[in-house]
């Protein structure tokens, strides 16, 4: 793990989550290494009810009946890669690699939240526990075929929120619904029912929000309910792309498209000049940048200020701008309720929203991007990076 990671990941985990000593496998033992102040912090944050007077011994009891009573219900709101990952530790202890785990599996941290699972941290190795009396509970029910079907269905309304955020950011309530039952034949849903369903599964998605006259969702992680209605308002010029089931099964896992040729393009140009873990957080950046609008100037100022990415020369420059651009008009953006650029002017639309220092398309005939022209820049210019540097003296040197 690398050096910078595991020091800002430690300051967040240890104390709540990692639990610095060796395995062990009860449910009291796991829970008792916490102290008993840390013990009542835990119970109160996921809304369990337990005997504060009480010994550490009892308070865990008590815990374990809860979540005994509790577990089954909210276990069909967890992902499918959850329930495997249970399914999984049923059969014992598991060591991870933390870093590459946690990326792969970024869901798990709600198991290690609600303590469905424990994970240890000992003589350099972080191992995964399901304890004993969980196991035993799980067993009861994890493969009933009623506790399977109302997982899948709950996992199945996941999916589509999680897909309708990555592509939209905010849409209307009645679009999801109308999508939902046009996909879903044999599970029609009226709006009431659907957003019973969504309410619940807020209190396991964080960014997962409806506006309180229940007519919009939105991600909360990029803006509050009173910017919603601007939001729609602002970008209502163009109808919302309307995904495909293979669109829904895709966006419910990725936040961007990482199919495309523009953008394994820009990876392969990035891949030259850094490890393969910054790699990802470089690409997720570039994707956050375009699909927001917030334009290329600020985008370079962050890769250097967080990544100290610096381009070669001038001609490193120029190619960044092109795969840039291209990338821009292929990427479904927030701003053109999901569609790209390059659908929108093929299908004649007009541009909602284009990013600083990009161009569209040019040739709509024939549906290519035309390759960017640079005019030569004069020494005593801003250099085009956009640091507000003379080109001398940044990438002119």
Not at 202 to 215: C, K, P, Q, V
Request: glycine share 4%; hydrophobic share 35%.
């Amino acid at each position: 793990m690398p050096e910078e990671y595991t020091q800002e990941m430690m300051a967040e985990l240890f104390g709540h989550i990692l639990v610095s000593h060796r395995p062990v496998f009860s449910f009291t033992e796991c829970l008792t290494i916490y102290s008993k102040e840390d013990m009542l912090a835990i119970a109160q944050d996921i809304d369990f009810k337990v005997r504060r007077s009480k010994t550490k011994q009892v308070i865990a009891e008590d815990f374990f009946k809860q979540l005994s009573l509790k577990s089954q219900y909210k276990l069909t709101f967890q992902p499918t890669e959850n329930i495997q990952l249970l399914k999984e530790l049923i059969s014992g202890p598991k060591e991870i690699d933390f870093l590459s785990f946690s990326r792969k599996h970024f869901e798990l941290f709600d198991l290690l939240h609600h303590r469905w699972v424990f994970l240890f941290y000992y003589k350099g190795t972080y191992t995964l526990v399901l304890p004993k009396e969980t196991r035993d509970m799980l067993l009861t029910f994890i493969d009933d075929t009623e506790f399977k079907e109302t997982h899948h269905f709950r996992n199945l309304i996941r999916n589509y929120t999680n897909a309708f955020l990555n592509l939209y950011g905010a849409f209307e309530a009645n679009f999801i619904v109308e999508t939902w039952n046009k996909y879903n034949k044999k599970h029609q849903l009226e709006k009431t029912d659907f957003l019973f369903e969504v309410v619940q599964l807020g209190w396991f998605e964080e960014r997962l929000r409806i506006t309180d006259n229940l007519e919009f969702i939105f991600d909360d992680s990029v803006m509050d309910e009173t910017e919603v209605p601007n939001f729609i308002q602002n970008h209502s010029i163009h109808d919302y792309y309307q995904p495909t089931k293979v669109d829904i099964q895709y966006f419910a896992k990725h936040e961007f498209d990482e199919r495309t040729a523009q953008y394994k393009k820009m990876k392969r140009f990035f891949a030259k000049k850094m490890s393969s873990e910054k790699l990802v957080d470089v690409m997720d950046m570039i994707m956050a940048y375009i699909k927001l609008d917030f334009g290329m100037r600020g985008l370079v100022q962050e890769l250097d200020n967080q990544f100290d990415i610096l381009f070669d020369d001038f001609e490193d420059v120029q190619d960044f701008s092109t795969l840039y651009q291209d990338l821009n008009n292929h990427s479904r953006k927030w701003s053109n309720r999901g569609h790209t650029p390059s659908e929108l002017i093929k299908n004649h639309h007009t541009l909602s929203s284009i990013p600083n220092n990009v161009v569209p398309f040019t040739n709509k005939n024939a549906g290519k991007q035309e390759p960017v022209q640079v005019k030569k820049i004069g020494r005593n210019e801003p250099c085009p990076c956009g640091s507000g540097k003379k080109y001398k003296h940044c990438h002119g040197k």
